[in-house]
């Protein structure tokens, strides 16, 4: 009996000798995947590992615990018109547990059954200028309410965040549940995956009538705008909102410093072709007698919309994506010439128009991206109002009580629930493609 046993033993150990010295094809395993039934059974590893909801947990996760502060940190100064010396500034924001009121914590079952909206509140801290017969002082407040944020379940905010199973099955979730909803008055609300053009990209497309354009849709942490450069007639314009009409592009190349025509010519290309569709640009230029820098910020401050210069809505509106450090256009200027030569390029070739269907011009915008461009543009709107609200304040000659900013921050009603119906967020994205 002894001896069967060594000898099982013995023949293990041989096994486990034979197996270790089996050789293995490493580049068979890293080869890919050609099969389909080969691929599908990585189906169901990949669900375990990423799940189907990973991305928009990422996605709101990356909103808040980094783009609303971008979003604050790029509008953070609220200053008086009347008096420059008053101003309210946001040093920080965050966001706090999910509650029913500012501390009473609240799960998402509980939400469920009372019909409420699992929400957490939104704190900031501000430093402030008080005015207080003719004397001023300046104050800080720290967790001042701005109002309350729609939590997504599962996500770093939520209660349900590292929960094992059987802190889930007490607090009334199904494990297998992967979250990425909202519960809002109740109801379970998702916000789907939407499929945009590509943000800071040159498009390259034809109008109606045939004129080849290069479009731009800048978004940067402070502004959002759409250039369009555009070949009418053999010349070639660029079209601003912040502009009457069209303006030829030669003006606004010499408005940003580049009054060589040569060096514009050296920018797009040495290539003949290239000079010859410049050259009427170049030739309305001189006709309307624009050679120098000041020449050419004089005529366009006569052709634009607002009060804002020319030279500012050229630094910081036209084409947003490239930042102007030190007021040095050059990088700008590059960019517009990189344009130009892709234009050049369909008007000699129109293979080389962009398809607007092709995957490399889409941009893919989940839960965080549009729960962002929400909050922003609720949040302009209430630092606008807070501003108002401190003018009209300064304008009462007889106060009773000191002047206090940080009592004009809690405009609760601005901050509605950012995710309480997809119509909102259809709303606001409609408005600002039919603005831009």
């Known amino acids: 009996m002894r001896l069967k046993q060594e000898d099982t033993l013995l023949n293990n150990n041989t096994n486990n000798l034979y197996v270790s010295e089996i050789p293995v094809d490493k580049q068979k395993l890293a080869a890919p995947i050609k099969s389909v039934v080969d691929k599908f059974q ?151 995956i939407r499929e945009q053009l590509a943000k800071n990209r040159i498009i390259i497309d034809a109008d109606n009538k045939g004129n080849i354009m290069a479009s731009v849709t800048s978004i940067s942490e402070t502004i959002k705008s759409q250039t369009v450069i555009q070949m009418d007639k053999e010349k070639i314009y660029l079209l601003l909102n912040q502009f009457v009409k069209k303006i030829p592009i030669m003006v606004v190349m010499k408005a940003m410093g580049m009054e060589s025509d040569q060096e514009v010519m050296q920018m797009v290309g040495a290539d003949p072709c290239y000079s010859a569709l410049l050259l009427p640009s170049m030739e309305e230029c001189a006709r309307i007698g624009i050679y120098t820098q000041e020449q050419a910020l004089a005529y366009l401050d006569t052709k634009k919309t607002q009060e804002r210069g020319a030279f500012l809505i050229l630094r910081d509106i036209f084409l947003a994506n490239v930042p102007v450090r030190c007021n040095n256009f050059r990088p700008k200027c590059l960019y517009v010439a990189v344009m130009l030569r892709r234009m050049m390029e369909a008007t000699l070739n129109k293979h080389a128009i962009d398809d607007k269907d092709y995957v490399g011009n889409k941009h893919l915008e989940l839960s965080g991206q549009l729960i962002s461009l929400l909050f922003e543009d609720l949040f302009k709107k209430t630092i606008k109002k807070v501003g108002d609200n401190i003018d009209k304040a300064l304008a009462v000659i007889s106060r009773s009580r000191a002047l206090d900013p940080s009592r004009h921050t809690s405009t609760r009603p601005s901050y509605r629930c950012l995710t309480q119906t997809r119509r909102d967020m259809y709303g606001i994205r409609q408005k600002y493609e039919k603005k831009h």
């Not at 799960?107 to 019909?115: G, S």
């Not at 939590?151 to 939520?158: D, F, G, Q």
Request: aromatic share 10%.
């Open 42 to 192: 990585l189906l169901p590893e990949f669900l375990k590992v990423r799940g189907l909801v990973k991305q928009h947990l990422d996605s709101f996760n990356y909103f808040v615990n980094t783009g609303i502060k971008k979003v604050v940190s790029a509008n953070d100064r609220i200053v008086s018109y009347i008096d420059p010396g008053i101003y309210l500034r946001f040093s920080d924001v965050r966001i706090g547990n999910p509650s029913m009121t500012t501390y009473e914590k609240i799960n998402p079952h509980t939400c469920r059954l009372a019909d409420m909206t699992y929400a957490a509140p939104i704190f900031a801290d501000i430093e402030y200028v008080q005015e207080s017969h003719g004397q001023r002082t300046r104050l800080e407040k720290k967790n001042v309410v701005m109002g309350r944020m729609p939590i997504m379940l599962r996500s770093c905010r939520c209660v349900l965040y590292g929960k094992d199973e059987a802190e889930l099955a007490r607090l009334g979730e199904c494990p297998l549940d992967p979250g990425g909803y909202f519960i809002i008055n109740g109801a379970e609300k998702v916000i789907p």
